[in-house]
Nanobody, 125 residues
Framework: QVQLVESGGGLVQAGGSLRLSCVVS????????MGWFRRPPGKEREFVSA????????EYAESVKGRFIISRRNAKNTVWLEMKHLQPEDTALYYC??????????????????WGQGTQVTVSS
C-alpha cells in the first residue's frame, strides 16, 4: 500500500522560510514522479512544483519560481519543498502527490495516483 506523509508546515512571518518533507512508503524510490500542490483558503487546488523520477527535471508554478526549490533523495524515499521569502498568499494546505510511473514532471493533479493528507502553511503579514 502506497502512503505519503507530509510534515514541516507551520506558522511563519512574511519573508520567512519553511521546508516541507514528504516520505513515501510502499513504492521503490526510483519508480515514480512527485509533485507538490496547495489549496489556498476558499480556492481550488493548484500546482506548485514537480520533480522527475531521477530528480533531474523540475518544474515550478510562476508564482513560486525563484523562491521554492523541490528536491528528492531516492535512497530515503523522501521529497522536499524548500520555501523561502514566504508571503501571505502562500498560505495554503500543501499536499505531496505521487505519479506511479517512472516519468518526468507533471503539472495536472489528475495525473497523480496517490496523495498525502496535507500539511498547513500559514504566513502572517
Amino acid at each position: 500500500q502506497v502512503q505519503l506523509v507530509e510534515s514541516g508546515g507551520g506558522l511563519v512571518q512574511a519573508g520567512g522560510s519553511l521546508r516541507l518533507s514528504c516520505v513515501v512508503s510502499g513504492r521503490s524510490a526510483d519508480s515514480y514522479s512527485m509533485g507538490w500542490f496547495r489549496r489556498p483558503p476558499g480556492k481550488e487546488r493548484e500546482f506548485v512544483s514537480a520533480i522527475s523520477w531521477s530528480g533531474g527535471s523540475t518544474e515550478y508554478a510562476e508564482s513560486v519560481k525563484g523562491r521554492f526549490i523541490i528536491s528528492r533523495r531516492n535512497a530515503k524515499n523522501t521529497v522536499w519543498l524548500e520555501m523561502k521569502h514566504l508571503q501571505p498568499e502562500d498560505t495554503a494546505l500543501y499536499y505531496c502527490a505521487l505519479r506511479d510511473q517512472k516519468g518526468g514532471t507533471y503539472t495536472y493533479d489528475y495525473l497523480y495516483d496517490y496523495w498525502g493528507q496535507g500539511t498547513q502553511v500559514t504566513v502572517s503579514s
